[in-house]
């Protein structure tokens, strides 16, 4: 049974940061490219960062020099440091994984396991 469960979303002001992380089971969390998703009212699912192995991340421009991506093979858990956070950064937040054989996307539709979610506001 997987299961991808996020944690670590609030309420924070502009210029404050949070860290999201996101704990996987029912499938093997090293062999799987893991992504962050983003969803804000009205706008459609965005990617925003993915991580495949520690050396190889990629940011979208929106979060690029902001966010941090990270993961704990050991712990299964996948991480986002999110610093200096705007309020258009507002959106409930996503955890994905994908085989690492695809490649590490940035579409949704590639990724076959989601998290339930995780709402982060910027005010």
């Known amino acids: 049974h997987v299961q991808l469960v996020e944690s670590g979303g609030g309420s924070v002001q502009a210029g404050g940061s949070l860290r999201l992380s996101c704990t996987a089971s029912g499938f093997t969390f090293s062999k799987y490219c893991m992504g962050w998703f983003r969803q804000a009212p009205g706008k459609e699912r965005e990617w925003i960062s993915s991580?495949?192995?520690?050396?190889?991340?990629s940011y979208a421009d929106s979060v690029k020099g902001r966010f941090i991506i990270s993961k704990d093979n050991t712990k299964n858990t996948l991480y986002l440091q999110m610093n200096s956070l705007k309020p258009e950064d507002t959106a409930v937040y996503y955890c994905a994984a994908t085989p690492r054989d695809r490649g590490c996307s940035v579409t949704a539709g590639r990724f076959d396991y989601w998290g339930q979610g995780t709402q982060v506001t910027v005010s």
């Open positions: 991580i495949l192995t520690p050396g190889t991340t």
